[in-house]
Protein backbone atom coordinates (compact mmCIF):
# COMPACT_ATOMS: atom_id res chain seq x y z
CA UNK A 1 0.00 0.00 0.00
CA UNK A 2 1.36 3.58 -0.62
CA UNK A 3 1.88 6.34 1.76
CA UNK A 4 -0.61 8.12 -0.43
CA UNK A 5 -3.30 5.27 0.46
CA UNK A 6 -1.95 5.07 4.39
CA UNK A 7 -2.91 8.54 4.52
CA UNK A 8 -6.23 8.38 2.94
CA UNK A 9 -7.55 5.48 4.81
CA UNK A 10 -6.12 7.42 8.10
CA UNK A 11 -8.10 10.48 7.08
CA UNK A 12 -11.39 8.63 6.07
CA UNK A 13 -10.92 6.74 9.69
CA UNK A 14 -11.03 10.60 11.17
CA UNK A 15 -13.63 11.91 8.55
CA UNK A 16 -16.24 8.71 9.80
CA UNK A 17 -15.62 9.48 13.44
CA UNK A 18 -15.34 12.87 13.36
CA UNK A 19 -18.92 12.57 16.00
CA UNK A 20 -16.92 10.17 18.29
CA UNK A 21 -18.97 7.74 17.24
CA UNK A 22 -16.93 4.28 16.30
CA UNK A 23 -18.86 1.95 14.06
CA UNK A 24 -18.58 -1.29 11.67
CA UNK A 25 -17.53 0.98 8.86
CA UNK A 26 -14.96 3.13 10.96
CA UNK A 27 -13.14 -0.18 11.73
CA UNK A 28 -12.72 -1.15 8.41
CA UNK A 29 -10.62 1.19 7.84
CA UNK A 30 -7.89 0.66 10.12
CA UNK A 31 -4.64 -0.04 9.15
CA UNK A 32 -4.28 -4.09 9.69
CA UNK A 33 -7.99 -4.59 8.34
CA UNK A 34 -7.06 -3.53 5.26
CA UNK A 35 -3.82 -5.88 5.33
CA UNK A 36 -0.68 -3.16 6.61
CA UNK A 37 1.96 -5.61 7.64
CA UNK A 38 4.23 -3.20 9.76
CA UNK A 39 7.64 -5.05 9.29
CA UNK A 40 7.13 -5.19 5.22
CA UNK A 41 6.63 -1.23 5.00
CA UNK A 42 9.28 0.63 3.72
CA UNK A 43 10.71 4.03 4.50
CA UNK A 44 8.06 6.21 3.05
CA UNK A 45 4.96 3.73 3.84
CA UNK A 46 6.48 3.90 7.77
CA UNK A 47 6.74 8.01 7.83
CA UNK A 48 2.68 8.14 6.68
CA UNK A 49 1.84 5.45 9.20
CA UNK A 50 3.67 7.29 11.50
CA UNK A 51 1.80 10.53 10.93
CA UNK A 52 -1.48 8.88 9.67
CA UNK A 53 -1.41 6.93 13.21
CA UNK A 54 -1.32 10.01 15.19
CA UNK A 55 -4.28 11.62 13.26
CA UNK A 56 -6.24 8.70 14.11
CA UNK A 57 -5.21 8.92 17.57
CA UNK A 58 -5.36 12.22 19.37
CA UNK A 59 -9.17 13.48 19.02
CA UNK A 60 -10.67 16.89 19.48
CA UNK A 61 -10.53 17.89 23.24
CA UNK A 62 -7.67 15.77 23.92
CA UNK A 63 -8.96 12.37 23.53
CA UNK A 64 -7.18 9.49 22.57
CA UNK A 65 -8.04 5.75 21.66
CA UNK A 66 -5.53 3.33 21.23
CA UNK A 67 -6.41 0.93 18.97
CA UNK A 68 -4.24 -2.17 17.86
CA UNK A 69 -2.55 -0.20 15.13
CA UNK A 70 -0.94 1.95 17.46
CA UNK A 71 0.17 -0.89 19.27
CA UNK A 72 1.54 -2.72 16.00
CA UNK A 73 3.36 0.77 14.72
CA UNK A 74 4.89 1.14 18.61
CA UNK A 75 6.04 -2.52 18.30
CA UNK A 76 7.57 -3.02 15.45
CA UNK A 77 9.19 1.05 15.84
CA UNK A 78 10.67 -0.28 18.55
CA UNK A 79 11.90 -3.43 17.16
CA UNK A 80 12.85 -1.16 13.74
CA UNK A 81 14.86 1.02 16.39
CA UNK A 82 15.97 -0.26 19.42
CA UNK A 83 15.71 -4.08 19.19
CA UNK A 84 18.14 -6.79 19.38
CA UNK A 85 20.05 -6.23 15.88
CA UNK A 86 19.40 -2.23 15.98
CA UNK A 87 21.56 -2.30 19.44
CA UNK A 88 24.62 -3.67 17.69
CA UNK A 89 24.48 -0.96 15.67
CA UNK A 90 23.86 1.47 18.44
CA UNK A 91 26.68 0.20 20.20
CA UNK A 92 29.26 -0.11 17.30
CA UNK A 93 28.25 3.07 15.22
CA UNK A 94 27.93 5.44 18.59
CA UNK A 95 24.28 6.26 17.07
CA UNK A 96 23.09 7.66 20.67
CA UNK A 97 24.10 7.35 24.14
CA UNK A 98 23.42 4.76 26.41
CA UNK A 99 21.18 7.00 28.33
CA UNK A 100 18.86 7.81 25.62
CA UNK A 101 18.71 4.09 24.64
CA UNK A 102 17.50 3.23 27.78
CA UNK A 103 15.05 5.95 28.28
CA UNK A 104 13.81 5.30 24.64
CA UNK A 105 12.61 1.38 25.98
CA UNK A 106 11.09 1.94 28.53
CA UNK A 107 9.60 4.80 26.80
CA UNK A 108 8.22 2.39 24.00
CA UNK A 109 7.60 -0.45 26.38
CA UNK A 110 5.19 2.25 28.42
CA UNK A 111 3.14 2.77 25.55
CA UNK A 112 2.72 -1.28 25.17
CA UNK A 113 1.54 -1.86 28.91
CA UNK A 114 -2.12 -2.21 28.09
CA UNK A 115 -0.88 -4.49 25.49
CA UNK A 116 -1.32 -7.65 27.22
CA UNK A 117 -1.04 -11.43 25.94
CA UNK A 118 -4.78 -13.05 26.52
CA UNK A 119 -4.66 -15.78 29.34
CA UNK A 120 -7.57 -17.33 31.68
CA UNK A 121 -4.90 -16.81 34.53
CA UNK A 122 -6.21 -14.34 37.42
CA UNK A 123 -4.16 -10.62 36.37
CA UNK A 124 -3.16 -10.99 40.15
CA UNK A 125 -1.34 -13.91 39.95
CA UNK A 126 0.65 -12.63 36.46
CA UNK A 127 1.58 -9.60 38.29
CA UNK A 128 2.42 -10.77 41.48
CA UNK A 129 5.48 -12.86 39.42
CA UNK A 130 7.22 -9.14 39.31
CA UNK A 131 6.35 -7.21 41.90
CA UNK A 132 3.80 -6.23 44.78
CA UNK A 133 0.64 -6.97 43.53
CA UNK A 134 -1.03 -3.45 44.64
CA UNK A 135 2.12 -1.78 43.05
CA UNK A 136 2.02 -3.56 39.55
CA UNK A 137 -1.79 -2.78 39.88
CA UNK A 138 -0.98 1.17 40.39
CA UNK A 139 1.83 1.17 38.13
CA UNK A 140 -0.15 -0.40 34.94
CA UNK A 141 -3.58 1.71 35.42
CA UNK A 142 -0.95 4.83 35.37
CA UNK A 143 1.32 4.15 32.39
CA UNK A 144 -0.76 6.60 30.51
CA UNK A 145 0.70 9.40 32.72
CA UNK A 146 3.73 7.77 32.89
CA UNK A 147 4.08 7.40 28.97
CA UNK A 148 3.26 11.73 28.68
CA UNK A 149 6.33 12.48 31.49
CA UNK A 150 9.08 10.15 29.91
CA UNK A 151 7.96 11.51 26.45
CA UNK A 152 9.23 15.15 27.03
CA UNK A 153 12.72 14.59 27.92
CA UNK A 154 13.13 11.21 24.98
CA UNK A 155 12.03 14.17 22.25
CA UNK A 156 14.19 16.88 23.64
CA UNK A 157 17.49 14.78 23.08
CA UNK A 158 16.33 13.34 20.04
CA UNK A 159 15.78 17.05 18.75
CA UNK A 160 19.72 17.82 20.02
CA UNK A 161 20.85 14.51 18.18
CA UNK A 162 18.91 15.89 14.91
CA UNK A 163 20.23 19.69 15.19
CA UNK A 164 23.31 18.59 16.50
CA UNK A 165 25.02 20.82 13.82
CA UNK A 166 23.67 23.80 15.99
CA UNK A 167 22.89 22.81 19.27
CA UNK A 168 24.69 20.27 21.70
CA UNK A 169 23.69 17.65 23.87
CA UNK A 170 23.69 19.62 26.86
CA UNK A 171 21.50 22.42 24.99
CA UNK A 172 23.97 24.92 24.31
CA UNK A 173 23.73 26.75 21.29
CA UNK A 174 27.35 26.05 19.07
CA UNK A 175 26.05 27.71 15.58
CA UNK A 176 24.26 30.73 14.55
CA UNK A 177 20.94 30.60 13.24
CA UNK A 178 18.22 33.02 12.68
CA UNK A 179 14.87 32.55 14.67
CA UNK A 180 11.29 34.81 15.80
CA UNK A 181 11.39 36.43 19.05
CA UNK A 182 7.88 36.27 20.97
CA UNK A 183 6.92 39.62 19.69
CA UNK A 184 7.86 37.43 15.40
CA UNK A 185 10.40 39.60 15.12
CA UNK A 186 14.04 37.97 13.55
CA UNK A 187 16.89 37.75 15.62
CA UNK A 188 19.61 35.54 15.37
CA UNK A 189 20.93 32.97 18.26
CA UNK A 190 23.90 33.75 20.19
CA UNK A 191 26.32 31.08 20.76
CA UNK A 192 26.57 29.84 23.93
CA UNK A 193 22.69 30.09 25.10
CA UNK A 194 20.23 27.51 25.70
CA UNK A 195 17.76 25.62 23.47
CA UNK A 196 14.76 24.65 24.89
CA UNK A 197 12.00 22.83 23.74
CA UNK A 198 10.23 25.32 21.91
CA UNK A 199 13.75 26.69 20.25
CA UNK A 200 14.19 23.24 19.04
CA UNK A 201 11.07 22.49 17.52
CA UNK A 202 11.55 25.58 15.42
CA UNK A 203 15.10 25.21 14.46
CA UNK A 204 14.39 21.20 13.25
CA UNK A 205 11.42 22.90 11.48
CA UNK A 206 12.99 25.93 9.78
CA UNK A 207 16.71 24.73 9.53
CA UNK A 208 17.27 21.35 9.77
CA UNK A 209 14.45 19.32 7.97
CA UNK A 210 14.08 18.68 4.17
CA UNK A 211 11.48 19.15 2.06
CA UNK A 212 10.26 15.26 3.22
CA UNK A 213 10.34 15.89 6.68
CA UNK A 214 8.59 19.46 6.75
CA UNK A 215 5.82 18.21 4.52
CA UNK A 216 5.03 15.42 7.38
CA UNK A 217 5.47 17.64 10.17
CA UNK A 218 3.12 20.18 8.83
CA UNK A 219 0.54 17.35 8.69
CA UNK A 220 1.51 16.80 12.44
CA UNK A 221 1.32 20.29 13.60
CA UNK A 222 -1.97 21.07 11.68
CA UNK A 223 -3.38 17.65 13.15
CA UNK A 224 -2.49 18.96 16.61
CA UNK A 225 -3.42 22.66 16.63
CA UNK A 226 -6.94 21.25 15.59
CA UNK A 227 -7.32 19.47 18.42
CA UNK A 228 -6.91 21.95 21.09
CA UNK A 229 -7.33 25.51 18.53
CA UNK A 230 -4.23 26.06 19.15
CA UNK A 231 -2.08 28.94 17.13
CA UNK A 232 0.73 27.51 16.85
CA UNK A 233 1.77 23.02 17.44
CA UNK A 234 5.04 23.38 18.67
CA UNK A 235 3.39 26.05 21.34
CA UNK A 236 1.34 23.60 22.26
CA UNK A 237 4.11 21.20 22.79
CA UNK A 238 6.33 23.74 25.09
CA UNK A 239 2.85 24.13 26.80
CA UNK A 240 2.29 20.44 28.28
CA UNK A 241 6.00 20.25 28.58
CA UNK A 242 6.30 23.05 30.68
CA UNK A 243 2.65 21.95 32.48
CA UNK A 244 3.79 18.84 32.74
CA UNK A 245 7.29 18.77 33.81
CA UNK A 246 6.45 21.51 36.64
CA UNK A 247 3.29 19.65 38.05
CA UNK A 248 0.93 22.20 37.40
CA UNK A 249 -1.10 19.22 35.21
CA UNK A 250 -1.17 15.84 34.09
CA UNK A 251 -2.11 14.99 30.28
CA UNK A 252 -2.82 11.44 30.27
CA UNK A 253 -3.67 11.42 26.56
CA UNK A 254 -0.79 13.10 25.12
CA UNK A 255 2.10 10.41 25.58
CA UNK A 256 1.65 8.55 22.31
CA UNK A 257 1.29 11.59 19.79
CA UNK A 258 4.60 13.10 21.17
CA UNK A 259 5.97 9.39 21.32
CA UNK A 260 5.04 9.50 17.40
CA UNK A 261 7.37 12.53 16.75
CA UNK A 262 9.76 10.66 18.13
CA UNK A 263 9.55 7.80 16.03
CA UNK A 264 9.10 9.86 13.04
CA UNK A 265 12.46 11.55 14.27
CA UNK A 266 14.70 8.64 14.41
CA UNK A 267 12.89 6.82 11.23
CA UNK A 268 14.07 10.01 9.39
CA UNK A 269 17.90 9.79 10.76
CA UNK A 270 17.98 6.51 9.78
CA UNK A 271 16.62 6.75 6.31
CA UNK A 272 19.98 6.32 4.00
CA UNK A 273 20.62 2.66 5.98
CA UNK A 274 16.78 2.02 6.58
CA UNK A 275 16.70 -1.16 4.29
CA UNK A 276 19.30 -2.91 6.67
CA UNK A 277 17.85 -1.86 9.63
CA UNK A 278 14.23 -3.32 7.75
CA UNK A 279 16.13 -6.37 7.00
CA UNK A 280 18.28 -6.63 10.60
CA UNK A 281 14.58 -6.26 12.67
CA UNK A 282 12.99 -8.70 10.36
CA UNK A 283 15.84 -11.20 11.14
CA UNK A 284 15.10 -10.73 14.56
CA UNK A 285 11.51 -10.60 15.81
CA UNK A 286 10.56 -14.25 14.01
CA UNK A 287 13.01 -15.96 16.48
CA UNK A 288 11.54 -14.64 19.35
CA UNK A 289 8.10 -15.75 18.09
CA UNK A 290 9.72 -19.05 17.44
CA UNK A 291 11.82 -19.43 20.55
CA UNK A 292 9.56 -17.58 22.87
CA UNK A 293 8.83 -14.16 23.80
CA UNK A 294 12.21 -12.30 24.89
CA UNK A 295 12.69 -9.31 26.62
CA UNK A 296 14.79 -7.98 24.02
CA UNK A 297 12.34 -7.92 21.23
CA UNK A 298 9.60 -5.25 20.67
CA UNK A 299 7.53 -6.95 18.01
CA UNK A 300 4.82 -8.71 17.92
CA UNK A 301 2.72 -6.79 20.33
CA UNK A 302 2.28 -9.30 23.23
CA UNK A 303 -1.57 -8.95 22.56
CA UNK A 304 -1.13 -10.25 19.17
CA UNK A 305 0.34 -13.48 20.81
CA UNK A 306 -1.64 -17.11 21.32
CA UNK A 307 -3.00 -17.08 24.96
CA UNK A 308 -1.43 -18.75 27.64
CA UNK A 309 -2.51 -21.27 29.27
CA UNK A 310 -4.78 -21.47 32.65
Given at each position: MSPDQIAAL?????????????SEQSQSLRL??????????????LMAAIIGLS????????????????????????????????????????????EINELYKVTIRAALAHCKRPTNQPQEV?????????????????????????TF???EALLKQVCSEYVSQDAKIIKEFSR?????????????GEAGISILLNLLYDHVANPELKALLNRYRNHLQSTENSVDAFALI??????SLHGTTNYPTIGGIILNLCLLLSTYQIKDSFEDYLREGNMAWPRSVSGGPSFDNFYPPECFLKPLEG
Amino acid sequence: MSPDQIAALCEQFCHETATGTYSEQSQSLRLLENGINFPSLKYDELMAAIIGLSEVLLRPGLNAVIDRDHYALWAWCGELLLGPMAQIKIHNQNIMPHEINELYKVTIRAALAHCKRPTNQPQEVLLSEFMNPSTATHLKNSCSIILAYLTFPLLEALLKQVCSEYVSQDAKIIKEFSRLNKKGEPYTSEIGGEAGISILLNLLYDHVANPELKALLNRYRNHLQSTENSVDAFALIYHWRCSSLHGTTNYPTIGGIILNLCLLLSTYQIKDSFEDYLREGNMAWPRSVSGGPSFDNFYPPECFLKPLEG
